[in-house]
């Protein structure tokens, strides 16, 4: 498994942007599908966007469609979401997770908080 780490998470206010990056240790990284989730306190957590390991799929959940756009760069280990016109209904802790295909997670970061203010 490999091991995750969160940040970007902040506090910004609505329409304003936000760029999340997970790295990863590991020399597997290149070989596992990375994803995004968020969740709000009292709710489950929720699919956000996911990549392959070749990059040539991408999966967004439609409350983000056109405005998120999952990235990854496996020399530097790391996978990026970025977060454009960001709403109050965004706000959420984001956690990133990998496994060996989409949606076929088995590691995961230990979140980062996303606050949007109105």
């Known amino acids: 498994q490999l091991q995750l780490v969160e940040s970007g998470g902040g506090l910004v206010q609505a329409g304003g942007s936000l760029r999340l990056s997970c790295v990863a240790s590991?020399?597997?990284?290149?070989?596992?599908?990375m994803g995004w989730f968020r969740q709000v306190p009292g709710k489950e957590r929720e699919r956000v966007a996911a990549?392959?390991?070749?990059?040539?799929?991408?999966y967004y959940a439609d409350s983000v469609k056109g405005r998120f756009t999952i990235s990854r760069d496996n020399a530097k280990n790391t996978v990026y979401l970025q977060m454009n016109s960001l709403e109050p209904e965004d706000t959420a802790v984001y956690y990133c997770?990998?496994?060996?295909?989409?949606?076929?997670?088995?590691?995961w970061g230990q979140g980062t908080q996303v606050t949007v203010s109105s």
């Open positions: 997770a990998a496994g060996a295909a989409i949606w076929d997670f088995a590691s």
């Open positions: 590991g020399r597997t990284f290149s070989r596992n599908a």
């Open positions: 990549i392959s390991w070749r990059t040539t799929n991408t």
